[in-house]
């Protein structure tokens, strides 16, 4: 599976949005696997995708001097999901399309990794 060009098709983002969201997408959800599962399974996500690092290098940055520190949240985030709707947010997902973005990136992941990888790695998610 093609999940950037999926991105570019379904989504209507940029190649390099596409490239950005994918690598930063599949990013969060190691993180989060590694903090709910673990390292190994974590680490299992990693190999399963060895373009993640160079889709998350070709992320969209900010300009210097654009983020001051009253940007970051005061408190941490208590709903699990805002850091997703953070990440859709910032490549421009609309709301409506970020269930299509995920459920993309599950697709492309299950392509990648076995059965009972991908199993535990859906229980993780929020």
Do not use: C
């Not at 999940?3 to 379904?10: E, F």
């Not at 709910?36 to 993640?52: K, L, N, T």
């Not at 408190?75 to 970020?98: I, K, N, S, T």
Request: hydrophobic share 45%; net charge negative; no cysteine.
């Amino acid at each position: 599976m093609d999940l950037v060009g999926a991105y570019v098709a379904q989504l209507g983002l940029g190649e390099n949005a596409a490239r950005g969201l994918a690598g930063q997408l599949l990013g969060l959800i190691e993180d989060t696997v590694r903090e709910q599962v673990s390292f190994g399974v974590a680490a299992r996500v990693r190999h399963a995708v060895p373009e993640m690092l160079d889709w998350q290098l070709s992320s969209p940055t900010l300009r210097p001097g654009t983020l001051s520190l009253d940007d970051f949240p005061q408190a941490p985030m208590l709903d699990p999901r805002a850091e997703w709707d953070g990440l859709f947010a910032r490549f421009a997902v609309e709301p409506q399309h970020a269930s299509k973005a995920r459920e993309l990136a599950m697709q492309f992941l299950s392509s990648r990794l076995e059965p009972s990888v991908m199993t535990t790695v859906t229980r993780a998610l929020p």
